[in-house]
Each structure stands twice: as structure tokens, then as C-alpha cells.
Nanobody
Framework: QVQLVESGGGSVQAGGSLRLSCTAS????????MGWRRQVSGKQRELVAA???????NYADSVKGRFTISRDNSKNTVWLQMNSLKPEDTAVYYC???????????????WGQGTQVTVSS
């Protein structure tokens, strides 16, 4: 089994910063792409940022220049540094990862439990 454990959510005023972290653990051979998605109640989950094992990144247009995704492959950990937060960033943020488990021939996608980020104006 593989688990993704997130931390770092909370409440902040507009213009503030938060840093989310997510660590994958369990029966892992290799972690491929990792990323963050967010969801507002009643809306579809949307991509925030993603990062490959080689460090290539992809961001939603709405967060470019404000959010930074990074990872440490040795710790199977990904971070999301969120600066200049806006009320519209309020959502539940989910970590996800493509993980090749020991003994498996193809990767599977795993999700964290989600962490609430609330930005007040």
C-alpha cells in the first residue's frame, strides 16, 4: 500500500503565504509525477501545479508567479509554496502522485486526504 500524507493548510488573510507539504510512503519503488489539485465545493477538481521526477513543472495560469512547486525525490516529498494568496485560492488542496510500487509493472495514481486552505479578504 501507498499513503500520501499532507500538511500545512490553514487560514490566512489575502496577501499572505502558506506552504503545503505531502509525503508518500509505503511499498514504493519509484515516485513519478507529483502534483497538487484543488477543489471548491460544487466544482470540479482542478490542477494547481505538477512536477516530474526530473524537476519539470507545470502551473495553472491562475497561480503562475505566485505559487512554486518543488520536491525532494530522496524523501518522496512535494511542497507547494503559496504566496500572495487571494480569496479565490480558497479550496481543499489535494496532493497526488504516480507511484510504481515494488513488484508492480505499471504505476498507479494515489491521492492525499486533502487539506483546507482558506484565504480571507
Amino acid at each position: 500500500q501507498v499513503q500520501l500524507v499532507e500538511s500545512g493548510g490553514g487560514s490566512v488573510q489575502a496577501g499572505g503565504s502558506l506552504r503545503l507539504s505531502c509525503t508518500a510512503s509505503g511499498n514504493i519503488f519509484r515516485v513519478n509525477n507529483m502534483g497538487w489539485r484543488r477543489q471548491v465545493s460544487g466544482k470540479q477538481r482542478e490542477l494547481v501545479a505538477a512536477i516530474t521526477s526530473g524537476g519539470g513543472t507545470n502551473y495553472a495560469d491562475s497561480v503562475k508567479g505566485r505559487f512554486t512547486i518543488s520536491r525532494d525525490n530522496s524523501k518522496n516529498t512535494v511542497w507547494l509554496q503559496m504566496n500572495s494568496l487571494k480569496p479565490e485560492d480558497t479550496a481543499v488542496y489535494y496532493c497526488n502522485a504516480d507511484v510504481l510500487r515494488l513488484g508492480s509493472v505499471s504505476p498507479d495514481e494515489y491521492w492525499g486526504q486533502g487539506t483546507q486552505v482558506t484565504v480571507s479578504s
